[in-house]
């Protein structure tokens, strides 16, 4: 599966922040909800999947991309990162641990903190994506490519590896999802992080 955007130039803008701010706390459940059970479904399929990143990818993009098997990305003018400390969140701990397996601890954590979105090049040489395409046709094709390696593995040993990869982020949040829905709800609801969410709603805007 090729996951991207018929968006000129975004393949994904990250979660809605509207449903952040001033949040409804039965709607924010149901949002919550249904972003922890697509992320398990995407983070965990049994096909290979790849993120052809034709776009700008913040936040719940990156996430998403990150959630594929292979990175693809246009360049060199787009950009991707888990930016949520620019927002004045935090990212969840399943998002950070998700990057962590893509990149490693310490460019992780340096990139979290900074909450840095990387340019196509930057992110090719840490390692957030595995390649970079001038175009999107290219993308697609190189990402194509990568899928028909998979046409001589078996199955199920593509999907006992990733499983046994992935395991340790996927289990924790199975574990605790009613954990982290409970906080993402109270988290949202804090004086501060409506205020930081205020602002930079406001920055948005042209
Ligand atoms: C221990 C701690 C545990 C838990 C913590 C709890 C919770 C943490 C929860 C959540 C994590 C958050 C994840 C996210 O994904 S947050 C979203 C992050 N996204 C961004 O920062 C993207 C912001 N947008 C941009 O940078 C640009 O829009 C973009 C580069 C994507 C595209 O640029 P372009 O120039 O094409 O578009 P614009 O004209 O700027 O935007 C159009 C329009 O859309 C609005 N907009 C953009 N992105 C968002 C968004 N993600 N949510 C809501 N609205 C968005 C933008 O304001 C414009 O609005 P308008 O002016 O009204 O047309």
Redesign the pocket.
Known sequence: MILTSG????F?????????YNPNPDRLSKF?TTLQDTWLSLYTTSFPTVSVIN?????????FAMSCDYRVMVGPNY?IG???T??G?????W?QDTMVAVIGQRKAEVSLTTGK?YTTDEALQIGLIDESLPDANSALKKGTQFLNNFQKISPWAYKMTKDISRQPTVQWLIDNKQK?LD??IK??QSPT?QKNLEL??QS???
Not at 7 to 10: F, G, N, R, S, Y
């Open positions: 968006l000129q130039k975004v994904c803008a990250g979660l809605d922040i509207t449903e952040f919550w776009g700008h990818s913040p936040a719940g993009g990156c996430l950009t888990l930016n949520e620019k927002l969140i935090v990212a969840p701990k998002f979105m982290d906080f993402v988290y949202m992080v930079y709603l948005l805007k042209k």
